[in-house]
């Protein structure tokens, strides 16, 4: 599908396990990407490739109204069946629509489409594959890049091509310097801001010109001083984005692993949040419980034969402390119908047998449970 930017495609839409997101570098063709498709097909995920034009790695704007369209296929997907999601990135394209696309999922840029779509993506994402990248465009690395063989198609460009790509490098260098420093910082701090969404993977060579060894390894330290679940795989010699060819067991290997930390971690996501779901409906309806702390859940034994539950709830509606009443007092005789025995001596007084078959006996020492319905009195007032 056509966008501004750029254009996007499913490139297999069989699978169940997840989907792969898949940057891919500029004129990259697609007999260059189909072994890529077939790996990450051959584990049950499927592959959405994005292709984002030349200029749009150096204009934000268009690289923002891609990204806004890669999610919104996405989010159409995960409505119908919610699956984790892995980005992987090769060469430059991370600044081609990646970065925006993160931008836009952590809201830190405006975006097209809901608030509640762009968490249903972030809550998604479970991984990232870096491979030959991430590349920096400014200065004569740009030059480079533009000259590169994955780029131009061409082992020996002609001199006119070679001419008139130092002279378009160099020009938006001169012309917008200060931006595309800006552009990069911007682009470097939303890659480190993405260091807790899961693990990542990264691919590199010791002699890629494009994507210098110190440049990436550095990238690799920093994402893990935040936190960040890197594994760098790192070889003597091995071309730009050609990592896959010239050592695909070893490739292989690592993304069967970071493509199973991704879908564990999902599952885990999931569970959590079922948990939490349980946890809300799980309030219980007695109207006493929630006037207990949590320590009263469990039950102890007394020397009444009573739980301490038991006596938390019966004491719910006790007056602790409450002032006594002299039954001998004007207010004992108002509310008691005028008359109060002083002497009780040779009163029938049985002792009480309790269901457990212990005596309890009449004492003062001892407070019986109150029962407001023996205590209601007319006043003779």
């Known amino acids: ?28 063709l697609e007999r ?33 109204s891609l990204a806004d369209g890669v999610l919104k296929e996405l ?14 990135a090769f060469s430059g394209a991370p600044r081609g629509c990646m970065y925006k696309v993160l931008q836009l999922i952590d809201g830190k840029c405006e975006g097209r489409l ?9 809550d998604c994402l479970c991984g990232q594959i870096y491979d030959s990248s991430p590349v920096d465009f400014t200065g004569d690395l740009g030059t480079r890049f533009i000259l590169h063989p994955t780029v131009l198609k061409r082992s020996h460009p002609p001199r006119v091509v070679s001419w008139m790509a130092k002279a378009l490098a160099s020009g938006l260098s001169t012309f917008f310097i200060d931006r595309f420093e800006g552009q990069h910082a911007d682009f470097l701090r939303t890659l480190y801001s993405s260091a807790n969404v899961g693990p990542f993977l990264i691919f590199c060579s010791e002699d890629d010109e494009l994507a210098p060894y110190p440049v990436v390894c550095n990238f690799a ?22 990592h896959h060819k010239h050592h ?3 490739y292989k290997t690592a993304v069967s692993e970071l493509l199973s930390k991704a879908a564990t971690l999902y599952s885990e996501r999931r569970r959590q949040f ?55 007092s004007v207010l004992a005789q108002i509310l008691f119908d005028g008359y109060v025995p002083k002497n009780v001596e040779g009163w029938d007084i049985k002792a009480n047998s309790s269901v457990t078959g ?14 407001p319905m023996k205590h209601i009195r007319r006043s003779r007032l």
């Open 358 to 371: 212990r005596q309890t006996l009449p004492s003062g020492h001892r407070h019986a449970r109150f029962n």
């Open 221 to 242: 330290h920093h994402l893990e001083e935040l936190g960040g679940d890197v594994k760098l795989i790192k070889w003597n010699s091995s071309p730009h984005v050609g």
């Open 75 to 88: 989010v159409q997907e995960l409505n119908v069946s919610p699956l984790p999601i892995v980005f992987s």
């Open 248 to 250: 695909a067991a070893d």
């Open 274 to 328: 079922h948990v939490q779901q349980e946890g809300q409906r799980g309030v219980t309806n007695d109207p006493c419980d929630h006037f207990l702390l949590p320590s009263s859940m469990e039950y102890h034994d007394t020397r009444d034969g009573c739980s301490t539950q038991d006596e938390h709830k019966c004491e719910i509606f006790h007056l602790p402390n409450a002032p006594s009443i002299n039954a001998h």
């Open 32 to 64: 260059q990407l189909e072994p890529y498709i077939q790996l990450y097909s051959s584990f049950g995920w499927r592959s959405l490739i994005c292709h984002a034009d030349f200029l749009t790695l150096y204009f934000p704007e268009k690289a923002a």
């Open 1 to 28: 599908m056509w966008w501004e930017g750029g254009r996007f495609c499913w490139g297999a839409k069989e699978g169940r396990a997840g989907i792969v997101v898949v940057f891919v570098w500029p004129s990259s």
């Open 114 to 122: 809901s608030v509640d779509n762009y968490q249903l993506v972030k």
